[in-house]
């Protein structure tokens, strides 16, 4: 249990990479503003922002820090915005964050979510910020709500610290229960329904019955490991998944390549399909000088 507490700490503040910034971007926002916040967010989350509003001591789950940049700073507006007007379940969060929707028309909710990023320390960039959609179409329901948006963007817990077979195994694995639970038995332990779920597969020693997304049919193999050593980014082929709540099948030909081929215009093929497969050995192999193999055996046996 220490040695994982510790190694959590190591991850975290690895991948935070503690160290200030001068950047003295001036703040922008309205003394409207600012009102709503003392009015309906202060109470918990302090008159700074910093999480420790008066009523934040009774609570089991501690309201964010608003004024921290680097987590705060690489969430989405979209994500922002749905906590505030849904409140905590509508991300996986606790339900001890209210959702504000009968309060607030959606242009004071865009003022709340311009007077929070103008908290953060380091000063929020909207370059930096990860793009949406966070709950892409045609993403199916996890039996637990896990945000990657959450691990991998806000926190930015590295990709192979969960998917510890990528490197070595054709499968890139998903986490134990076990995985989750080292960080779990104390964040969110109380106060977050989600995380509750997590815990009662736990106690009953049962595997999470995650909904398999990217899947190539039986006859083909596709190992993680080649890819992974030849530094092929991950998102190169699932897209930017530290920026998503939910995961979306993406696979198959679909009906906008279809009519573009139909007038001619050459589009990418889709992924997951063999051609997307030949497509990019081939060009790698021309651009990259790799070794990526074309022959039918490699890919089928
Ligand atoms: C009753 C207490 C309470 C009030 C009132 C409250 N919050 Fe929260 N808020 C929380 C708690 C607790 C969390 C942490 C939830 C978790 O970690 O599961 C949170 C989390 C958040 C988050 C974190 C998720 C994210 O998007 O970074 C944001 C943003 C946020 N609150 C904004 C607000 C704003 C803006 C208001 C006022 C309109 C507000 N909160 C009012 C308790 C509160
Ligand atoms: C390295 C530490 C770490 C690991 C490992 C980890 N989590 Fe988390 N998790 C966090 C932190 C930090 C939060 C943010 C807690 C908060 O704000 O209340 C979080 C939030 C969550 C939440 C609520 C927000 C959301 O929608 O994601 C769920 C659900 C969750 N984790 C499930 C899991 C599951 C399931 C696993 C294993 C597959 C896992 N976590 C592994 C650190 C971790
Ligand atoms: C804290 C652990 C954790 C981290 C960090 C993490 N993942 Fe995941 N990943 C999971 C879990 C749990 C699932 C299954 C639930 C789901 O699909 O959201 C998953 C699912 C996936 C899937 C879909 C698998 C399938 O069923 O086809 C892909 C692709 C993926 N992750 C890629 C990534 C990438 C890329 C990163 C880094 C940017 C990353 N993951 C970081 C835990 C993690
Ligand atoms: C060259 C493209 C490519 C790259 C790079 C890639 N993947 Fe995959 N990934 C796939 C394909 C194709 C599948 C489906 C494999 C199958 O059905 O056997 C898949 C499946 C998965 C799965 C679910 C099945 C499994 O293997 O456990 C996870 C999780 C996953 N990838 C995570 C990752 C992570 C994390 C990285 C980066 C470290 C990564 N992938 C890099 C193409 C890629
Ligand atoms: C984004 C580019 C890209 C995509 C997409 C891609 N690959 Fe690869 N593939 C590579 C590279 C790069 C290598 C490594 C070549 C090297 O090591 O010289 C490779 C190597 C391989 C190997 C050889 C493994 C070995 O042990 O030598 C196989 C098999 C393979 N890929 C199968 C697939 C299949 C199946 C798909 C589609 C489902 C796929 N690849 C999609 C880039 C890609
Ligand atoms: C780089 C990997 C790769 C290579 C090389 C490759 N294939 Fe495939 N092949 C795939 C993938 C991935 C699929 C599954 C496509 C899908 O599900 O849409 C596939 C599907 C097929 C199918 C089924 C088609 C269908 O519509 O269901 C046949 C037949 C096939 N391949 C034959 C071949 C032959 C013959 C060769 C050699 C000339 C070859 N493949 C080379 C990756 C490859």
Same mark, same amino acid.
């Given at each position: 249990m220490q040695a994982r507490l510790t190694a959590l700490a190591v991850v975290i503040v690895v991948a935070l990479g503690w160290g200030a910034s001068a950047d003295v971007t001036p703040k922008r926002t309205t003394p409207a503003a600012k009102a709503m916040?003392?009015?309906?967010?202060?109470?918990? #989350? *302090?008159?700074? *922002?910093?999480?420790?509003?008066?009523?934040?001591a009774g609570l089991p789950i501690k309201p964010w820090n608003l004024t921290d940049g680097r987590l705060m700073n690489r969430l989405p507006d979209e994500f922002l915005v749905l906590t505030i007007e849904r409140g905590g379940p509508a991300v996986g969060l606790s339900p001890l964050m209210p959702g504000f929707k009968q309060y607030f028309s959606s242009a004071q909710v865009a003022e709340v979510v311009a007077y929070v990023r103008s908290l953060a320390e380091p000063?929020?960039?909207?370059?930096?910020?990860?793009?949406?959609?966070?709950?892409?179409?045609?993403?199916?329901?996890?039996?637990?709500l896990f945000g990657h948006? $959450?691990?991998?963007?806000?926190?930015q817990i590295d990709c192979q610290y969960c998917h510890t077979e990528a490197r070595r195994a054709?499968?890139?694995?998903?986490?134990?229960? /076990?995985?989750?639970?080292?960080? #779990?038995?104390? $964040?969110?332990?109380? *106060?977050?329904? /989600?995380i509750k779920?997590?815990?009662?597969?736990?106690?009953?020693?049962?595997? $999470?019955?995650w909904?398999?997304?990217?899947?190539?049919?039986?006859?083909?193999?596709?190992? #993680?490991?080649?890819?992974?050593?030849?530094?092929?980014?991950?998102?190169?082929? #699932?897209?930017? $998944?530290?920026s998503m709540m939910a995961i979306p099948a993406v696979r198959g030909p679909n009906l906008a390549n279809d009519a573009l081929n139909l007038v001619g215009l050459p589009v990418a093929p889709p992924r997951l399909s063999m051609g997307w497969c030949v497509e990019c050995h081939r060009e790698q192999n021309r651009t990259r000088g790799m070794n990526a193999p074309l022959d039918c055996t490699a890919c089928h046996h």
């Open positions: 916040y003392d009015q309906y967010c202060a109470a918990c #989350h *302090g008159p700074e *922002g910093r999480g420790d509003g008066a009523s934040a000063p929020y960039d909207p370059s930096a910020a990860l793009p949406g959609p966070i709950y892409p179409p045609d993403a199916p329901a996890q039996p637990i948006l $959450i691990h991998a963007g806000a926190y054709e499968f890139a694995g998903l986490p134990s229960v /076990e995985k989750c639970m080292g960080c #779990h038995k104390i $964040i969110g332990a109380e *106060g977050n329904p /989600e779920k997590l815990h009662g597969y736990w106690e009953r020693k049962e595997p $999470i019955p909904v398999w997304i990217y899947k190539v049919p039986e006859f083909v193999s596709f190992p #993680h490991n080649a890819h992974v050593r030849a530094e092929v980014a991950c998102q190169t082929c #699932h897209g930017r $998944i530290e």
